[in-house]
Protein backbone atom coordinates (compact mmCIF):
# COMPACT_ATOMS: atom_id res chain seq x y z
CA UNK A 1 0.00 0.00 0.00
CA UNK A 2 2.52 2.30 0.73
CA UNK A 3 4.59 1.87 -2.21
CA UNK A 4 1.30 2.67 -4.42
CA UNK A 5 1.02 5.88 -2.06
CA UNK A 6 4.29 6.72 -3.11
CA UNK A 7 3.98 6.13 -7.11
CA UNK A 8 0.96 8.02 -7.05
CA UNK A 9 2.63 11.04 -5.07
CA UNK A 10 5.35 11.05 -7.67
CA UNK A 11 2.69 10.69 -10.97
CA UNK A 12 1.13 13.47 -9.95
CA UNK A 13 4.34 15.77 -9.02
CA UNK A 14 5.35 14.26 -13.10
CA UNK A 15 1.79 15.34 -14.06
CA UNK A 16 1.89 18.53 -12.48
CA UNK A 17 5.29 19.28 -13.83
CA UNK A 18 4.30 19.34 -17.77
CA UNK A 19 3.83 22.83 -19.41
CA UNK A 20 0.90 22.96 -21.71
CA UNK A 21 1.80 23.68 -25.93
CA UNK A 22 3.10 26.73 -26.94
CA UNK A 23 0.22 28.80 -29.38
CA UNK A 24 0.92 28.14 -33.23
CA UNK A 25 3.36 30.14 -35.17
CA UNK A 26 0.94 31.90 -37.98
CA UNK A 27 2.28 32.22 -41.11
CA UNK A 28 1.81 35.40 -43.10
CA UNK A 29 2.15 33.01 -46.50
CA UNK A 30 2.14 30.09 -46.64
CA UNK A 31 4.86 28.58 -49.08
CA UNK A 32 4.53 25.90 -51.78
CA UNK A 33 6.05 23.12 -51.14
CA UNK A 34 7.37 19.74 -53.09
CA UNK A 35 5.28 16.76 -52.77
CA UNK A 36 7.50 13.68 -51.63
CA UNK A 37 4.98 11.20 -49.25
CA UNK A 38 7.03 8.80 -47.02
CA UNK A 39 5.17 5.89 -45.49
CA UNK A 40 7.17 6.70 -42.03
CA UNK A 41 4.68 8.86 -41.91
CA UNK A 42 1.23 9.48 -41.41
CA UNK A 43 -1.55 10.73 -39.78
CA UNK A 44 -3.20 8.78 -37.10
CA UNK A 45 -7.04 10.69 -36.65
CA UNK A 46 -8.07 13.52 -36.63
CA UNK A 47 -10.59 15.42 -34.17
CA UNK A 48 -12.78 18.97 -35.35
CA UNK A 49 -14.72 20.68 -32.79
CA UNK A 50 -16.66 24.27 -33.53
CA UNK A 51 -18.23 26.12 -30.84
CA UNK A 52 -19.77 28.96 -30.94
CA UNK A 53 -22.06 30.04 -28.07
CA UNK A 54 -23.97 33.04 -29.79
CA UNK A 55 -25.41 29.89 -31.91
CA UNK A 56 -27.87 27.58 -30.54
CA UNK A 57 -25.66 24.21 -29.60
CA UNK A 58 -27.61 20.80 -30.26
CA UNK A 59 -28.82 19.23 -27.45
CA UNK A 60 -27.47 16.10 -26.40
CA UNK A 61 -26.95 13.37 -23.82
CA UNK A 62 -23.53 12.90 -24.16
CA UNK A 63 -21.47 13.67 -21.25
CA UNK A 64 -17.58 13.68 -22.92
CA UNK A 65 -19.66 16.29 -25.58
CA UNK A 66 -21.08 18.31 -22.90
CA UNK A 67 -17.55 17.97 -20.44
CA UNK A 68 -15.62 18.99 -23.65
CA UNK A 69 -17.87 22.44 -24.05
CA UNK A 70 -17.48 23.41 -20.23
CA UNK A 71 -13.88 22.76 -20.65
CA UNK A 72 -13.44 25.22 -23.51
CA UNK A 73 -15.61 28.65 -21.78
CA UNK A 74 -13.70 27.02 -18.05
CA UNK A 75 -12.73 30.82 -16.18
CA UNK A 76 -14.94 32.76 -18.85
CA UNK A 77 -16.87 34.74 -17.07
CA UNK A 78 -17.27 37.90 -19.35
CA UNK A 79 -18.80 37.80 -22.88
CA UNK A 80 -15.62 38.94 -24.91
CA UNK A 81 -14.25 36.18 -22.73
CA UNK A 82 -17.20 33.88 -24.22
CA UNK A 83 -16.04 35.28 -27.75
CA UNK A 84 -12.66 35.00 -27.61
CA UNK A 85 -13.10 31.21 -26.88
CA UNK A 86 -15.41 30.59 -29.93
CA UNK A 87 -14.29 29.30 -33.14
CA UNK A 88 -12.67 25.96 -34.88
CA UNK A 89 -10.47 23.67 -32.44
CA UNK A 90 -8.13 21.26 -34.41
CA UNK A 91 -6.17 17.68 -32.87
CA UNK A 92 -4.53 15.89 -35.58
CA UNK A 93 -2.92 12.79 -33.81
CA UNK A 94 0.13 11.66 -36.32
CA UNK A 95 2.96 8.81 -36.45
CA UNK A 96 6.70 9.62 -37.43
CA UNK A 97 8.36 6.09 -37.55
CA UNK A 98 12.35 7.57 -37.47
CA UNK A 99 13.69 9.94 -35.94
CA UNK A 100 13.24 13.90 -37.64
CA UNK A 101 12.85 17.30 -37.11
CA UNK A 102 8.75 17.64 -38.16
CA UNK A 103 7.01 20.75 -38.90
CA UNK A 104 3.36 20.50 -38.72
CA UNK A 105 1.52 22.88 -40.96
CA UNK A 106 -2.52 23.81 -40.76
CA UNK A 107 -3.12 25.50 -43.44
CA UNK A 108 -7.37 26.82 -44.18
CA UNK A 109 -9.64 29.21 -45.92
CA UNK A 110 -12.28 31.11 -44.39
CA UNK A 111 -15.88 31.96 -45.36
CA UNK A 112 -14.57 35.48 -45.40
CA UNK A 113 -11.28 35.37 -46.90
CA UNK A 114 -12.42 34.00 -50.22
CA UNK A 115 -9.55 32.02 -51.58
CA UNK A 116 -6.93 33.58 -49.13
CA UNK A 117 -4.79 30.23 -47.67
CA UNK A 118 -4.07 30.99 -43.86
CA UNK A 119 -1.33 29.43 -42.29
CA UNK A 120 -0.57 27.92 -38.61
CA UNK A 121 2.88 25.83 -37.44
CA UNK A 122 4.37 23.75 -35.05
CA UNK A 123 7.73 22.31 -34.97
CA UNK A 124 9.52 19.55 -33.61
CA UNK A 125 12.46 18.52 -33.25
CA UNK A 126 14.06 15.15 -33.35
CA UNK A 127 10.99 13.61 -33.15
CA UNK A 128 10.28 9.73 -33.37
CA UNK A 129 6.70 7.93 -32.07
CA UNK A 130 3.29 9.28 -32.01
CA UNK A 131 2.33 12.82 -31.48
CA UNK A 132 -0.96 15.23 -30.98
CA UNK A 133 -0.86 18.35 -32.71
CA UNK A 134 -3.36 20.92 -31.67
CA UNK A 135 -4.72 24.15 -33.55
CA UNK A 136 -7.42 26.58 -32.97
CA UNK A 137 -9.05 29.34 -35.15
CA UNK A 138 -10.95 31.62 -32.62
CA UNK A 139 -10.67 34.75 -31.17
CA UNK A 140 -10.61 37.70 -33.93
CA UNK A 141 -9.60 35.50 -36.70
CA UNK A 142 -13.25 33.51 -36.49
CA UNK A 143 -14.95 36.24 -35.15
CA UNK A 144 -13.54 38.78 -38.14
CA UNK A 145 -13.23 35.88 -41.31
CA UNK A 146 -16.12 33.63 -40.63
CA UNK A 147 -15.86 29.46 -40.19
CA UNK A 148 -13.63 27.41 -41.44
CA UNK A 149 -14.85 26.29 -44.92
CA UNK A 150 -11.82 23.95 -45.56
CA UNK A 151 -8.59 22.96 -44.42
CA UNK A 152 -5.45 20.55 -44.60
CA UNK A 153 -2.45 19.24 -42.51
CA UNK A 154 0.88 18.60 -43.51
CA UNK A 155 3.95 16.78 -42.18
CA UNK A 156 6.69 19.00 -43.27
CA UNK A 157 10.53 17.35 -43.18
CA UNK A 158 13.57 18.63 -44.66
CA UNK A 159 11.20 20.86 -47.35
CA UNK A 160 9.54 18.30 -48.25
CA UNK A 161 5.67 17.32 -47.50
CA UNK A 162 5.91 13.77 -46.53
CA UNK A 163 2.51 13.29 -45.24
CA UNK A 164 -0.86 15.17 -45.65
CA UNK A 165 -4.27 14.98 -44.94
CA UNK A 166 -7.08 17.50 -46.04
CA UNK A 167 -10.90 17.98 -45.68
CA UNK A 168 -13.13 16.95 -48.08
CA UNK A 169 -13.73 20.51 -49.89
CA UNK A 170 -10.15 21.15 -50.14
CA UNK A 171 -8.92 22.25 -53.74
Known sequence: MIRFSVLLCLALVVAGCST??????????????PLALDDSYQFRKVQQINYDNTKIQPLTTSEAANFERMRTYWGATQSHEYADRNGHYYNFFWRAKVPSDVTVRFEYRQAGLSNHVMAQERY??????????????????????GRVTSWRILLIVDGKIVALRQSFMWR
Open 20 to 33: PEEPANKLERANVL
Open 124 to 145: YPGVRGTRKSSFQVTGDDYLEN
